[in-house]
């Protein structure tokens, strides 16, 4: 019986800093597992005011000195993100809000997770925005996403589904 790849989606407000870095951030962490067969990773972001642009070059000049190379562009979250992803992981309080707001159903909702719940070393109940920050705010990102993505390849277990126990 072939198992159907766990898809899960990052976002945050533009897709422009935190969820592309958690994308990438995760897609190392499956290929170092070697679980690209049973997990994939991508990222939108609630607004598209920077659709089809590059994550902002601060943030990828941060992430390529830890080896992560950020090449996503832009989106806005569709509608049918909720039924195509089995888990949308929101950055901030707002985006677990407004993904809450747009979600189709019920159903679709449940699948909406804080990024930070994943956290295993380090304390925040939020990633924040490094947007309007400096230098440090890039790094503190890229520390959070790094914890709490590795956190979330432990979570899904195994077979790339959630251990049942965490459900």
Do not use: W
Not at 115 to 140: C, I, Q, S, W
């Amino acid at each position: 019986m072939e198992t159907k790849e766990y898809k899960i989606l990052f976002v945050c407000l533009g897709n422009i800093c935190r969820s592309p870095a958690a994308e990438e951030i995760m897609r190392h962490f499956i290929k170092k597992a070697a679980r690209e067969k049973e997990i994939s990773a991508a990222s939108a972001g609630l607004i598209s005011y920077h659709k089809g642009e590059l994550p902002d070059a601060r943030m990828r000049s941060h992430a390529l000195r830890r080896g992560y190379k950020l090449t996503h562009r832009s989106r806005p979250i569709r509608t049918e993100d909720f039924y195509d992803f089995h888990l949308i992981v929101g950055m901030d309080d707002s985006n677990i809000d407004r993904l809450r707001q747009i979600a189709p159903s019920p159903e679709e909702e449940k699948k909406i997770v804080r990024m930070t719940d994943f956290l295993r070393e380090k304390t925040a109940d939020h990633v924040p925005d490094p947007y309007y920050g400096g230098a440090h705010g890039f790094e503190n990102v890229l520390d959070i996403l790094e914890d709490a993505c590795q956190g979330l390849l432990e979570f899904l277990g195994k077979d790339g589904k959630p251990e049942p126990s965490t459900i």
